[in-house]
């Protein structure tokens, strides 16, 4: 009687093991699906058509006025499904995140809550995808972890970013610490 239960035991035990690696590798495939959206073969990337229904909105971020009162530019960031949770687990995003985020000018004006800044006109996206393996090492966008491009409003598949370290990297550097990636402004990251 004693077998049987033991034998019982290493089945349900198998069998969560098994539920395990399909959940991780149903993980996996759906990060790696997330970045095939938004990636091509050589590493181009592009900014993907359906963030803003399908990705989880991180937070904003509001770049003060050089003169005067208000913001100048306001960027709202959003990441791909599954990248919160994973974050949260061991501070760093899962392979294949990708993070959009959106960079408006803004018109600021007097309302009866205060002096007010809003999104105005777009600027264009920032695109970030996370590639611990270093799949496109040819690539000047690829680097440090991650995918990097900047592109203007009129053209979301087409980077005007020639180069990650010169274009890109330099505005991170302060956030190497937390996956190059500002988190401080993202209550959703919190631990």
């Known amino acids: 009687m004693r077998a049987v239960h033991i034998?019982?035991?290493c089945g349900i035990v198998a069998t969560l093991a098994a539920a395990g690696h399909s959940i991780t590798k149903a993980a996996t495939d759906a990060d790696a699906s997330q970045a095939a959206a938004v990636v091509d073969a050589v590493g181009n990337l592009r900014v993907p058509g359906d963030y803003r229904a399908a990705y989880q909105t991180l937070g904003s971020w509001a770049v003060a006025a050089d003169e005067g009162r208000?913001?100048?530019e306001l960027h709202v960031v959003y990441v791909s499904p599954g990248s919160v949770e994973a974050y949260?687990?061991?501070g760093r995003f899962p392979e294949g995140a990708v993070l959009v985020k959106e960079v408006f000018?803004?018109?600021t004006k007097e309302m009866t809550t205060g002096t007010v800044s809003h999104a105005e006109k777009l600027k264009g996206w920032f695109v970030m995808v996370k590639d611990s393996a270093g799949r496109h090492p040819g690539n000047a966008l690829?680097?440090?972890g991650w995918g990097w491009s900047w592109f203007d409003a009129a053209n979301p598949t087409k980077t005007t970013s020639t180069d990650y370290k010169l274009n890109c990297k330099s505005c991170h550097v302060p956030?190497?610490?937390t996956d190059w990636i500002y988190v401080d402004?993202?209550?959703a990251l919190k631990r």
């Open 142 to 144: 690829w680097g440090d």
């Open 70 to 72: 208000g913001s100048k």
């Open 7 to 9: 034998m019982g035991l």
């Open 175 to 177: 956030a190497h610490a």
């Open 88 to 90: 949260r687990k061991d």
């Open 185 to 187: 402004g993202y209550p």
């Open 105 to 107: 000018e803004t018109a």
